[in-house]
């Protein structure tokens, strides 16, 4: 019983503490390249490059907060999939509606709906590139799509603190769910780091061991 709260409560820290530290690695990924086109073409040039023609991921990414806001039973007020003004490139207003357990879920959700969605956006983006012989330019559209799409798929202020807000709900939602399925994350990311290591994991009680 001890060791399943446990994992429960380790596992609700890493799902909680995953989304933002994705996105914000993700952020310092593409503040990287901007600074090294920069250096090339001059900031104006990047900025234009990372901000403008990737237009598709800037898309994305608010269709992703008006989606989640939406299917968790937020009422979606406006969306602005691309304008940019200033150093907001679009936007999108919803109003938390029910309870506050049903609001939590709609402002945590919303909130890191596109690194959340970018993540599986790109997943069957990248399995479909891999997949297809050709031709070279669906190839270099798929590329420009996974690339437009990862470096929109940060969380802004505005996403962290609307992710905050309804945090605390959605972690008690989460513990009790792994402490339903006595879900060990930590144990899962141990054998896969040890298993491409090629390192044995250690064996759990009762489970039979072979060794040669």
């Known amino acids: 019983m001890v060791e399943r709260l446990i994992h429960a409560a380790i596992s609700t820290g890493i ?10 690695l993700i ?22 490059i990372m901000n403008i023609l990737t237009f598709v991921g800037t898309i994305h990414h608010e269709l ?14 406006k969306i602005q999939v691309f304008k940019p003004e200033g150093n907001r490139l679009g936007y999108v207003s919803f109003i938390p509606r029910g309870n506050w357990f049903t609001k939590s879920i709609q402002l945590t959700m919303s ?3 596109p690194t959340v969605q970018g ?5 069957f983006l990248v399995m479909l590139f891999l997949a297809i012989p050709g031709p070279l330019w669906l190839k270099i559209i798929l590329g420009y799509i996974i690339f437009s799409i990862f470096i929109h ?10 992710a905050a807000k309804g945090l605390p709900f959605v972690a008690i939602l989460i ?16 054998d896969a780091y040890m298993s491409l290591a090629g390192l044995n994991a250690p064996a759990e009680a009762g489970q039979v061991t072979n060794v040669e």
């Open 27 to 48: 952020e310092f990924i593409t503040e990287e390249i901007t600074k090294t086109l920069a250096k090339g073409v001059g900031i104006d040039t990047a900025l234009f």
């Open 111 to 113: 909130g890191i709906a």
């Open 64 to 77: 992703s907060h008006a989606l989640y806001a939406l299917i968790t039973g937020a009422k979606v007020t």
């Open 153 to 162: 798929s940060t969380m802004s202020g505005a996403d962290l603190k609307a």
């Open 15 to 24: 799902i909680i503490l995953l989304v933002p530290v994705v996105g914000l």
């Open 119 to 123: 993540f599986v956006s790109n997943y």
């Open 175 to 190: 513990f009790i769910i792994c402490f339903a399925f006595d879900v060990n994350l930590f144990g899962r990311f141990r």
